[in-house]
């Protein structure tokens, strides 16, 4: 009887969220919504991967001159990252909707290298069928963003996003369409010291992030440029699929950057929250994320490193 009960309320949560999949893509294109979100998916691992980074994040008021608040210190001198090998689950509601996989390192050129997959499973897939490839490179030194390559497979299109960073801003160039059909369009962000999702993960673990601590910093993670805030919310025990860690709590909201340098309300996210290891790597745990679909998460199911420092 337990498992009949059990095999039951799995059935009417799976049919709830197939119900609220279906709703979201006949009404405003799921699929596009999900990926102009910025998660991450934009952001995978890329949903964090996307994910990541779903990723994205809420919006606050802020002042007017928000640029004279942005965290201008330099990189901390916290221990770089070893390399890893990781994998993630991603979900929503509950329900595990995806998987992806990291691995990061040190390459020849003094560069730090991200290069991440993701792919929806089960009857997610079914519904919406979502291949990543994600690869950023930043400078070891200055963990300033090099460039960045996406690429988004969907059922009836491929989308491949390619950013290029200088000191005064970004490049994109954006492909989509698949085959003689596939259009490219580019565009030019001009703001001084951005960030993407891997170098802004790298800058920011680099910070002493002491409890109730905030930073401030522009992320361009794909189409569009974000203010990012970033609060220390405490330290605290949590358990995830890869084990039990001490890990630093940590609350992330984000306004959109329009054309004219103004601060807009993200329309589709409210606010995350991120729990990283509290110790000498610092790994991303899990990303709790509250969106227009409901609650989506990131979490950690196995990390495995190299038995020596780069």
Known sequence: MFFVQVKSRRARREAKIRRRLQAANASIGFSGQIARAGFPGKQSAAIVLLLLLLLSFGSRSV???WQSTLTKDPPGNFPELRPLRATYRFGWSGLTAATGEVHFARTSEDRFQLDGTGRTI?????????????????HAET???VETLQTEDYRSKKIATHLTFTNNG???ARTEGQGG???????????PNLFDLHSAMLYLRSQPLSDRSAYR???YPATSAYLATITVLGREKISVRAGTYSAIKIDLQLNRIGKKLDLQPHRKFRRATIWVSDDADRILLRIEA???VGTVFAELQSARFDSTRS
């Not at 519904?127 to 990543?132: G, N, Q, R, S």
């Open 63 to 65: 002042a007017a001159n």
């Open 143 to 145: 963990l300033r963003p």
């Open 290 to 292: 509250q969106v227009f």
């Open 181 to 191: 059909s596939a259009g490219t369009k580019t565009r030019e962000f001009s703001f």
């Open 217 to 219: 910093v522009v992320v």
């Open 122 to 138: 089960g009857f997610v897939r079914a519904l919406w069928k979502l291949d990543v490839n994600y690869r950023a490179l930043a």
């Open 170 to 172: 970004v490049s994109r």
